[in-house]
């Protein structure tokens, strides 16, 4: 069974950062893009940053760009989201996601790296919240 269970959220002050882990345990078959997603109250669930775990490409949403970075460590399970710089406006629920591919649609990594229906597997969410 797998299991994606996400740490490290807490409050931190406009300029803070802070690290996420997600924990991934059982054997995602056919995974194709771990992912880090965020959805702020009355906010659609929205990508942050992705990595395509077969070639390592990695992508960020335009919002978090120079400032968050993802990273992956096979031999741990582990997926990190660094956050430096933060802003009111990262305030959210962070969620980890694996993706899989599908025999009917494969996953291009560039074309659905930040479909949120493109990832079958999902943590239960760590709370980011950025306040003074």
């Known amino acids: 069974q797998v299991q994606l269970v996400e740490s490290g959220g807490a409050s931190v002050q406009p300029g803070g950062s802070l690290r996420l882990s997600c924990l991934v345990s059982?054997?995602?078959?056919?995974?194709?893009?771990m992912g880090w997603f965020r959805q702020a109250p009355a906010k659609r669930r929205e990508v942050v940053a992705a990595?395509?775990?077969?070639?390592?490409?990695?992508y960020y949403s335009d919002s978090v760009k120079g400032r968050f970075s993802i990273s992956r460590d096979s031999g741990k399970n582990t997926l990190d989201l660094q956050m430096n710089r933060l802003e009111p406006e990262d305030t959210a629920l962070y969620y980890c996601?694996?993706?899989?591919?599908?025999?009917?649609?494969?996953?291009?990594?560039?074309?659905?790296?930040?479909?949120?229906?493109?990832?079958?597997?999902w943590g239960q969410g760590t709370q980011v919240t950025v306040s003074s």
């Open positions: 990595v395509d775990v077969r070639d390592g490409t990695i």
């Open positions: 059982g054997k995602i078959d056919g995974n194709t893009a």
């Open positions: 996601a694996a993706a899989v591919d599908d025999y009917d649609q494969p996953f291009k990594f560039w074309r659905d790296w930040a479909r949120t229906g493109k990832y079958r597997y």
